[in-house]
């Protein structure tokens, strides 16, 4: 695959859960999605203070999220994963941490 290239393909297994999402906040169907230093999810970024949580299963829009709390998603917590990546990728890297951007950026 190209790099620069935003195509996600996800082998869909593993524990759904629901998470309260954080105020103002969309998250969309099918990205990856964290949790803050507060405990509600975002969408996942490079920040120390946020835990990966999974692929989102269900979106919502930031006007939907009146408050902390009041919207929950589902999140699959495992899942085979299959993201590309803007450099190039050997199998040494199988393994090793991977900082993540967040929707649609580079």
């Known amino acids: 695959m190209a790099g620069g290239s935003k195509q996600v393909y996800a082998k869909l297994k593993g524990n759904i859960l ?3 999402v954080k105020i103002a906040t ?3 169907r099918g990205t990856a ?4 230093s507060a405990g509600y999810l975002i969408q996942a970024g490079d920040g120390a203070a946020m835990k990966f949580a ?9 006007a939907a999220a009146v408050a902390n709390g009041t919207v ?11 993201m590309t990546k803007n ?4 199998v040494t890297d ?4 991977v900082y993540a951007h967040t929707v649609h950026t580079d």
């Open 18 to 20: 629901s998470f309260p």
């Open 26 to 28: 969309a998250i969309y």
């Open 33 to 36: 999605v964290a949790i803050d």
């Open 54 to 62: 999974g692929i989102a299963e269900e979106g919502c829009t930031a």
């Open 72 to 82: 929950s998603i589902k999140v699959r917590r495992h899942a085979i994963v299959r």
């Open 87 to 90: 450099t190039t990728t050997a």
């Open 94 to 97: 199988v393994g090793k941490l």
